[in-house]
Structure formats: C-alpha cells, structure tokens
C-alpha cells in the first residue's frame, strides 16, 4: 500500500502534517512523540526578528472552534537558526519552514538566509499585518502578495515555496493566481479566519485586541470548499488545512484536490491525532481496496478540472 | 528549560465518585492508574470533559490528592466545561497527563505558607500531604465557610489552619490578603522564616503581591489550549524582563519575583 506523495518535488512519506503555529518549533515533543512518523513538519512562523507575542488571554473557545492571538511569538531567524534547526533537520522527514515579516524586505532577508542553512521548503504566511499599510494582511491584496512570492522565490532555491492564505475580505482565488503566476511552488489553504468573541457580562472582549483567528472544526466545511474551487483554478498543488478532526475529514481535503494536509487545533486535544490518521486511512484503504492514495485525490472534482 | 517529563497519551478514566461540596465546589474521584503512580503535587491532569467538539479544548485540573490508582480533584462550577464535568456521575473519562512540573521539594528548616482562594487549595493541599514538613501553615479565603468536609480534609493536612471568608460565617471577616497581613502582625507568620505557595483567582494573587517575591511561590491557572507546550496559549508575563513564560511547561509555579501578575 503507497501513502507517499510528491508534493511539489518533497517526497513525503505520507500526506499528513502539522500545521504551522500548533506544533512550536517541531523539536519540542520529540522524546515523548515519534514525530519522524508524519509526513512532515511545519515550524511555526519565523520573523526576522524576535517577537514577545501578545498579552493573555490569548485563546478562546468557541462552539466547535478555537480563537487565538498569540501574536506571531517567536525567536527570530538568528536563535531559529542556532537552537532549533540544527535539530530538525536530523528528525529525518522534510521539514518546511513558515515565514512572515512586516515588511517586504523581511521576506528577502528571510528567504536568503533560509535558503543558506539549506532548509527543505517555506512555506510564506501572508496573513500577518504588512506595517507599512496601516496592518492589512499581505495576502489581501494579490498584486503584493504576488511582489512577496518574486522577492522569495527569487532567494530562495533549495525546495519548494508554499503560500498560505486565507480568506478574509479578498478573493482568495485571485491572490492564488497571482500567487501561481509569481512562480509560488504550491498553495496552502486555509490560515485562520478572522473571528471575535465578546464577554456581555463584563463587556469586554474575550481576547484583549478583539480580533482573532478562528481554527478548529468550525472552520472545516469552508476551507474545504476554498481547496475545491481554488484546485480548479489553479495547477500547482495545494495543501489543505482547517479543521480535520479525524481521517475521513483529512481525506475529504485529498478528494478534492489537496495534495497533503495539515492538522492544527486537534492535535491540542489529540496529541496522537496524527498516528490515529495514519492508521485509520490505511484501514480505509484497504477495506475499499485502493492501493495508492494518490488514486484518492481529486476524485471528487468535476471531471474537467481532475488531473 | 528543562522539558518536564510529560506523557501524551491520553488514558481512560472511570469516574468513581461527584460529590457536591456546597459553595459551587465539587469533588471528583476518577480512577485512573498510570497518572495516579505518576502524578506529584503542583501537576495537573487536562480534562476531555465529554466527547465531540463541544466544548473542543481539554481543560486542566489540578490534583488534589491521588492514592491507590485513584485521583481526585476540586472543582468549581463556573462555565461550559465545569458544569458538564459537575453532571458527570458514571462513565469513562478522557485525561492526559499528569502535566506541568511538579512544586519543588520543601525546605526542612522554613515554615511553609500556603495560600488559597477557592479550588486553589487542591494543587496546596496535595503538597502538604505528600512531603512531610515540619511546620506548616494553611490559609484558605472564599466568599463563604467551606464544607464541613473540606475543612476535615485540610485538618488531615496541616495543624495551622487560618480562615477567612467574605461573608463572615466561618473565621477572618474579610479577604485573604487581609488576613494574611492580620497574622504577620500577630506573629503567626513570619515571612523572613517562611516559604510561600499561592494559588487562586488572579485578583487574590495579585494583593498578595507584597509578599517577599524571593521567597513565595505562585500556581498560575490562566486559560490553556494544548497543556503540553506547542501552542503558546498560556502565557504569563515575565516581571522586568520582556516576554512570557508558557505555564503549563514552564509552571504552573512560578516565583513570584519572575512573574507579572
Ligand atoms: C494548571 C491549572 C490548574 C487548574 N486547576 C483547577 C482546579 O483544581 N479546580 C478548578 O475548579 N479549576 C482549575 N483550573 C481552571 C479550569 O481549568 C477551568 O478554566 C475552569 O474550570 C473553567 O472552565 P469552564 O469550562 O467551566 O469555563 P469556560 O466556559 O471555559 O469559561 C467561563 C468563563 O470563565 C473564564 N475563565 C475560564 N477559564 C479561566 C481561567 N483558567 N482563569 C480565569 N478565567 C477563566 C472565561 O473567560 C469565561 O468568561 C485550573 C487551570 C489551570 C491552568
Ligand atoms: C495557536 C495557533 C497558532 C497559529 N500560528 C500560526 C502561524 O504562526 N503561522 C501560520 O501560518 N499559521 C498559524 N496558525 C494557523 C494554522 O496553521 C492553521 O492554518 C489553522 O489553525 C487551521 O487549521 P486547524 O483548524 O487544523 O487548526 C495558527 C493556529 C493556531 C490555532
Ligand atoms: S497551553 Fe499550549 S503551550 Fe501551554
């Protein structure tokens, strides 16, 4: 039985993957999980420079689904490079390492120094506040989205760069074209949708900036649908992500389409979610009697656009 | 850091017994072997507390005493998850842990002060009975007396117990940072020979911050999302430092001179 797939020249050994923000920096657990069993890791986003992230509360809870506003903390490139990766990369599975930046040039220098240490593939956050417009996402609007997927791509030359989008206030279908057309080596959809939450009985906002992203099963039918219709337009290949809670909701994503998945929010309450996953789309499998999983995807597109 | 040692599969449960406490407090007994033989005081144990996606995240308890396979916990009924959990008389139970570092083993020479608000007591009351100390003292607040078998039960643990309760029906009328400060007057407690352990609802432990920050102790029960280190939810702020502390690997206790309240 085969659950390899070729996701963009990554050889990974089975489609599913953490997501980016849900897994710290992919080391942490190591000891206490056989993490070299996924199909491979997504570090949390990496700025150029170190952020403390936001005050608390920074999640909260809401039916089927999860607010958060961790504010993008994290160490910065520099202590990224010294203290983690050079214990990632001896996991021994691909490892794709999220960016972000607040300005363009931080893609640049990102890129550049990723591409050096010789990591397997980026994948380029463009939810995050582009500061020099006044903190609108950089995926809203396609022509920079597009500006940031030259700069990167034109730096970055070890493997594969993925896009990350979301679909807050844009057409996500014309970022990812745009996204395509700039030379972006795959897509993965979805980021968080933005989202609120309020306290009445103290009048406030359960998180303190108010707004937040929304993950978790919640969040599942839409991004589902975003893969469906965005696989029709495009040819590269595209990483599902949002809400899968078990294997049938993470094969729903490779029957339209997705090449690989990613599971954030569940593994918070499953850590073994992935493992479960990995068994019980070989059990699917067998019981249906598919011997390789790429037979799988995309047999619930129109028949036109299944490639 | 050190990673604490931590175990991440998640284990089956029986609930054994859910006892109603009075003051909107209940006691939960779950049989669950492997964190019972594991579990220290200060640890705590992340609750699924029912299946399906409502609610989505696990919420952690801390323990409040574990013998013989079983654990128990002190819980108040104060949203979605606590009140399923106060309704759950039978049946399986879906835990992970035990989570978090454990406290630090007491010093033999320094009186040790617990501090409680509410269902802080459980991780304080847990410490006592584990480590045999020479003096010890308990000082538990709430808006009304606790239960008559909440207070035997502290009598089990501790000989030094100091009460206060806001409405007046049981010890100290008043706060508990008030009459922590009444018995540093009268002597009872000496701070400059005392360690301090404080757990509770933020406002307590934040007018208890005159306590001396080197020496005293603080349980931190923010919101958590994952319990285990890789979503960065649980973050307390580090005093005159920039950044946060993740609670539940770094703590849940921390000194009250590294922390911001
Ligand atoms: C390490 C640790 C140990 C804990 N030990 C205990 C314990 O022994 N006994 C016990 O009763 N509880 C304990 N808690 C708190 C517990 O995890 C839940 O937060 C609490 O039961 C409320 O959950 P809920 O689903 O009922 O409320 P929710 O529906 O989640 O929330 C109801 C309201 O309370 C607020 N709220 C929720 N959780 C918290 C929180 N942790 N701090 C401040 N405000 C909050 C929410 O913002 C919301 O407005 C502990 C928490 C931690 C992190
Ligand atoms: C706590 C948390 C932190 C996240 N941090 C990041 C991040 O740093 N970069 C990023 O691209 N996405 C981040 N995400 C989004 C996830 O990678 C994922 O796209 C989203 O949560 C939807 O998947 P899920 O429903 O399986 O969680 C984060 C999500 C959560 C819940
Ligand atoms: S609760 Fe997730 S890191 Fe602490």
Redesign the pocket.
Known sequence: MNLEVDLAGLRLKNPFMVASGTFAYGIELGIHLPVEKFGAIVTKGISVNEREGNPP?RI??TPCGLLNSIGLENVGLKRFLKGKWSKLKTIGIPVIVNIFGEKEEDFEVLAEELEKAGVDALEINLSCPNVKKGGMQFGQNSKIAGRIVEIVKKKFKSGPVFVKLAPNFVNIIDVAKECEKKGADGLTLINTLMGMAI?V??KRF?IPSGVAGLSGPAIHPVALYIVYKVYQEVKIPIIGVGGIYDYASALEFLMVGAKAVQIGTMLFVNPQIILEIIDKTKEYMRRKNISDINQIIGCMQIRKYRR | MTWPEIYLNPVQGEILNNIDLGDG?FQLVVSAQEIADRVKPGQ?VSIK?QEGFH?LIR????V?NAEEGTLE?????????????YGRKRGKIDMLGPL?KPFPEPPYDTDVVVIAG???I??LMFYLKYHSIPKSILIYGAKTSPSDYLYSRMQEVCDNIFISTEDGSFGYKGLVSELVEELIKTKEVVPEKSIFFLCG??GMLKSLDFLPHERTYV??????ACGFGICMG?AVKKRNKKGYFR??VE??LFKLKDIEL
């Open positions: 509360e909260a809870e306290d009985e103290n359960k | 407090m705590f507390v609610p919420r952690p308890y801390s409040w916990f002190l819980i108040k009924v104060v949203g979605t998850g606590s009140k399923i959990l978090g509410g269902t802080g459980a991780p609802p933020h349980s931190m029960e923010g919101v958590m649980c609670t539940c703590g849940p």
